[in-house]
């Protein structure tokens, strides 16, 4: 996304142009119909994660950090990391080792419960695009997103709270798109991880601190988790400078708010099947309101008072409905 862009730009990472793609905004798409717009800033890319992986190692090196590749580690404790064969001493311990954290674990930090999960599976194709946008269309209890990584390429992944659903069976949900597949190279393997919902009660204890999805995470339907990884980086970076976690909490919990909302309003789409159908023809007759959903999401000038005066709007049939009309509000 835009705002996670900008985020890596801060730390001093870019993503080389020419392995990966970029795209204007984002596109809803269900058997209702459609409801795309463009970022009000910027452009999104897509990047496979070969290439972000190594574009964020390069940028590790180039900030002097010494990589220790299969090192394992077996612990942590305040000062001390234990290794295979030995231990380090550490003023500061960062856990950014993932959903699955060992780190939030050994610290105590890990939650009693486990979050909201739901199961992605992807893979890429080789086929011709067809649009400037990233595509995220709605089935029932499931998404597709189709992301542009380059020009004849595309990631796509399925996305539901069934841990034994693939994409092969996904696609019969959504005929338009598995038609734009029909004779498609297969350019990768099918892949699969866990998304979560989790909020963590602090993401730091002692001199031991949480970033990125370690420290909670938000469903994978927002497209935030790694600007907030960027964004976590930043703040415990501005924090470990002036030997004050409390300072980190508090711009983490105020980071997660955004991200938290969307996450929540988009499977609210999700759980309740009847009334996201309704929310989405909402968004179709009125694109002007997706467009500032997109905004706020996207970080921009959009603010929910006047994604609120844009909904009463259009419940006052301002935007083209008669003052009889019903209609839902997101």
Same mark, same amino acid.
């Not at 452009?43 to 940028?59: A, Y």
């Not at 999700?270 to 909402?282: E, N, T, V």
């Not at 179709?284 to 467009?291: M, T």
């Given at each position: 996304?835009?705002?996670?862009? $900008?985020?890596?730009?801060?730390?001093?990472?870019?993503?080389? #142009?020419?392995?990966?793609?970029?795209?204007?905004?984002?596109?809803?798409?269900? #058997?209702?119909?459609?409801?795309?717009? $463009?970022?009000?800033?910027? %452009?999104?890319?897509?990047?496979?994660?070969?290439? &972000? +992986?190594?574009?964020?190692?390069?940028?590790? /090196?180039?900030?002097?950090?010494?990589?220790?590749?299969?090192?394992?580690?077996?612990?942590?404790?305040?000062?001390?990391?234990?290794? *295979?064969?030995?231990?380090?001493?550490?003023?500061?311990?960062?856990? #950014?080792?993932?959903?699955?954290?060992?780190?939030?674990?050994? %610290?105590?930090?890990?939650?009693?419960?486990?979050?909201?999960?739901?199961?992605?599976?992807?893979? +890429?194709?080789?086929?011709?695009?067809?649009?400037? +946008?990233?595509?995220?269309?709605?089935?029932?209890?499931?998404?597709?997103?189709?992301?542009?990584?380059?020009?004849?390429?595309?990631?796509?992944?399925?996305?539901?709270?069934?841990? +034994?659903?693939?994409?092969?069976?996904?696609?019969?949900?959504?005929?338009?798109? !598995?038609?734009?597949?029909?004779?498609?190279?297969?350019?990768?393997? /099918?892949?699969?991880?866990?998304?979560?919902?989790?909020?963590?009660?602090?993401?730091y204890r002692g001199p031991i601190a949480l970033v990125?999805?370690?420290?909670?995470?938000?469903? *994978?339907?927002?497209?935030?988790?790694?600007?907030?990884?960027?964004?976590?980086?930043?703040?415990?970076?501005? @924090?470990? /400078?002036?030997? $004050?976690?409390?300072?980190?909490?508090?711009? !983490?919990?105020?980071?997660?708010?955004?991200?938290?909302?969307?996450?929540?309003? &988009? &499977? @609210?789409?999700?759980?309740?099947? #009847?009334?996201?159908?309704?929310?989405?023809?909402?968004?179709? @007759?009125?694109?002007?309101?997706?467009?500032?959903?997109?905004?706020? !999401?996207?970080?921009?000038?959009?603010?929910?008072? /006047?994604?609120?005066?844009?909904? *009463?709007?259009?419940?006052?049939?301002?935007?083209?409905?008669?003052?009889?009309?019903?209609?839902?509000?997101?």
């Open positions: 996304m835009p705002e996670s862009l $900008d985020a890596a730009a801060r730390l001093g990472i870019t993503f080389p #142009a020419e392995e990966s793609f970029p795209f204007r905004g984002i596109r809803f798409v269900d #058997a209702g119909g459609r409801v795309q717009a $463009d970022f009000r800033a910027g %452009s999104g890319w897509g990047v496979r994660r070969t290439v &972000l +992986h190594r574009t964020l190692m390069d940028g590790a /090196e180039r900030a002097g950090v010494r990589l220790l590749w299969g090192t394992p580690v077996t612990g942590v404790r305040p000062g001390v990391v234990s290794l *295979a064969h030995g231990e380090l001493s550490a003023r500061w311990i960062v856990g #950014a080792d993932g959903e699955r954290s060992r780190v939030r674990l050994w %610290s105590g930090l890990d939650p009693a419960a486990s979050g909201r999960t739901r199961y992605g599976f992807r893979q +890429h194709f080789r086929v011709a695009l067809w649009t400037q +946008h990233m595509e995220i269309y709605w089935g029932d209890g499931l998404q597709a997103y189709m992301t542009p990584v380059a020009p004849d390429q595309i990631c796509l992944a399925v996305i539901s709270r069934d841990s +034994h659903l693939r994409l092969r069976h996904a696609l019969a949900q959504f005929p338009e798109l !598995h038609d734009r597949l029909r004779g498609s190279q297969e350019l990768s393997a /099918e892949r699969g991880s866990v998304s979560v919902m989790r909020r963590l009660p602090a993401v990125g999805d370690a420290s909670g995470s938000v469903d *994978a339907v927002t497209g935030a988790g790694l600007g907030l990884g960027f964004r976590h980086a930043a703040a415990l970076a501005e @924090a470990l /400078e002036c030997s $004050d976690l409390r300072r980190y909490q508090r711009e !983490h919990r105020r980071m997660a708010c955004r991200p938290w909302l969307m996450a929540e309003l &988009l &499977l @609210a789409m999700d759980r309740w099947p #009847a009334a996201g159908a309704r929310a989405r023809r909402l968004l179709s @007759a009125r694109p002007a309101l997706f467009e500032r959903l997109l905004a706020f !999401h996207a970080g921009g000038t959009a603010t929910l008072d /006047e994604i609120d005066m844009l909904s *009463a709007a259009d419940r006052s049939g301002r935007y083209g409905g008669s003052r009889g009309e019903s209609s839902a509000t997101v």
